[in-house]
């Protein structure tokens, strides 16, 4: 009996739990056939770069960790909780991580100014809570900013991918621009494109021979005119005139 309402309440406490937190970055759950609930990794928005997909997995991987790598009693936390228990130390590193490795991280997206401030918003947020000595750091780990950047990151990037697509079908068919002007310089639908063209171009390899190593062939085989260049052309049309005025000289001499 006593096993039985332990897990009702602990389902309860879950259930409220989800009411305030924040979606897990990397893995969404879903219901098979049979009925169970299982959970797989988020699929990537279409219509992105290489390098904006290469960004977002980063983060959800690395928001999914410090926020929600684990689970005690229905309660989700992760390495910024362990780490902000600390006292002055934690908090400190906490920011610092929540920065580095998801707000900066997610900056190289080329993010607008407003969206990189909604981020910093909720890490001043975290860094805030956890001043309160353990309700702090509980609001902290209940609060998740960097899930939450995430899913800033992530909802940004799904607009830009679906922009992108309008480009392509407007271009296809030979219509006008449908996105507007104003949304697409804060979205950059396609931003990150020319770098993955960089990179698949196909690189010329150089190749390097040796001057002081020839084949056997080409020491055989007499230079052209062409090959010897127009110096050693004109020294040798010099020697030959010479040598026939020699010759013709040698001929004069001898009727004489």
Same mark, same amino acid.
């Not at 009693?73 to 362990?82: P, S, T």
């Not at 639908?189 to 698949?200: I, Y």
């Given at each position: 009996?006593?096993?039985?309402?332990? &897990?009702?309440?602990?389902?309860?406490?879950?259930?409220?739990?989800?009411?305030?937190?924040?979606?897990?970055?990397?893995?969404?759950?879903?219901?098979?056939?049979?009925?169970?609930? =299982?959970?797989? &990794?988020?699929?990537?928005?279409?219509?992105?770069?290489?390098?904006?997909? /290469?960004?977002? /997995?980063?983060?959800?991987?690395?928001?999914?960790?410090?926020? #929600?790598?684990?689970?005690?009693?229905?309660?989700?936390?992760?390495?910024?909780?362990?780490?902000?228990?600390?006292?002055?130390?934690?908090?400190?590193?906490?920011?610092?991580?929540?920065?580095?490795?998801?707000?900066? #991280?997610?900056?190289?997206?080329? !993010?607008?100014?407003? !969206?990189?401030?909604?981020?910093?918003?909720?890490?001043?947020?975290?860094?805030?809570?956890?001043?309160?000595?353990?309700?702090?750091?509980?609001?902290?780990?209940?609060? $998740?900013?960097?899930?939450?950047?995430?899913?800033?990151?992530?909802?940004?990037?799904?607009?830009?991918?679906?922009?992108?697509?309008?480009?392509?079908?407007?271009?296809? %068919?030979?219509?006008? %621009?449908?996105?507007?002007? $104003?949304?697409? %310089?804060?979205? #950059?639908?396609?931003?990150?494109?020319?770098?993955?063209?960089?990179?698949?171009?196909?690189?010329?390899?150089? /190749?390097?021979?040796?001057?002081?190593?020839?084949?056997? &062939?080409? $020491?055989? =085989?007499?230079?052209?005119?062409?090959?010897?260049?127009?110096?050693?052309?004109?020294?040798?049309?010099?020697?030959?005139?010479?040598?026939?005025?020699?010759?013709?000289?040698?001929?004069?001499?001898? /009727?004489?």
């Amino acid at each position: 009996m006593t096993s039985y309402l332990q &897990k009702a309440g602990t389902r309860l406490f879950e259930k409220n739990l989800e009411q305030y937190q924040p979606e897990d970055p990397l893995y969404e759950f879903y219901t098979d056939n049979r009925g169970k609930q =299982r959970r797989r &990794k988020r699929a990537i928005p279409p219509g992105l770069s290489a390098r904006d997909a /290469k960004i977002l /997995k980063s983060v959800q991987r690395r928001a999914h960790y410090l926020d #929600k790598g684990f689970s005690i009693c229905g309660l989700r936390f992760g390495w910024a909780f362990i780490i902000g228990i600390i006292p002055g130390a934690g908090d400190v590193a906490d920011v610092t991580l929540n920065y580095f490795l998801v707000v900066r #991280k997610a900056r190289q997206a080329e !993010l607008p100014a407003w !969206l990189v401030r909604r981020m910093l918003l909720n890490n001043a947020v975290s860094a805030l809570s956890g001043l309160v000595p353990v309700a702090g750091d509980i609001v902290m780990a209940v609060f $998740k900013a960097n899930s939450r950047n995430a899913a800033l990151l992530e909802e940004f990037l799904r607009i830009r991918g679906e922009e992108f697509l309008k480009l392509q079908a407007d271009m296809a %068919q030979g219509r006008g %621009q449908s996105v507007p002007a $104003k949304d697409s %310089q804060q979205v #950059k639908p396609g931003a990150g494109m020319s770098d993955d063209a960089a990179a698949a171009a196909p690189q010329q390899k150089t /190749k390097f021979v040796s001057w002081s190593r020839s084949s056997r &062939k080409e $020491k055989e =085989r007499a230079p052209t005119s062409g090959e010897m260049g127009r110096f050693v052309e004109d020294v040798e049309l010099g020697t030959a005139a010479r040598s026939r005025e020699a010759e013709s000289s040698t001929i004069t001499v001898q /009727k004489r």
